[in-house]
């Protein structure tokens, strides 16, 4: 599956209620989903990990369908097979 199928079916699942909230409140909903992240990394638990790593790219595609942005097309135009800063592949920015 490619990163614009998941959003379309992302789009098919929840647009009619992700349309209604709006691109702020589904902002705050990712950022809620990356703070659960952030707590399940600290935890030995790979399913959970999982669900949560689910949760983020879950809403992340929610929110490009409400901001009317392609996913993978913008993805793709910004790493496109090279660093964005260095212009390499593997990177070779300094830290
Ligand atoms: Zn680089």
Redesign the pocket.
């Given at each position: 599956m490619h990163i614009y199928e998941f959003q379309e079916l992302m789009r098919r699942l929840y647009f009619h209620r992700d349309s209604q909230r709006g691109v702020e409140k589904t902002f705050e909903w990712l950022v809620e989903e990356v703070a659960e992240l952030g707590e399940a990394l600290k935890v030995d638990d790979k399913k959970t990990l999982e669900d949560e790593f689910a949760d983020v790219i879950a809403w992340l595609a929610s929110l490009a369908n409400v901001a009317d942005i392609n996913l993978e097309k913008a993805a793709l135009n910004k790493y496109d097979n090279k660093?964005?800063?260095?212009?390499?592949l593997p990177?070779?920015?300094t830290f």
């Open positions: 660093c964005p800063k260095c212009g390499r990177c070779q920015c």
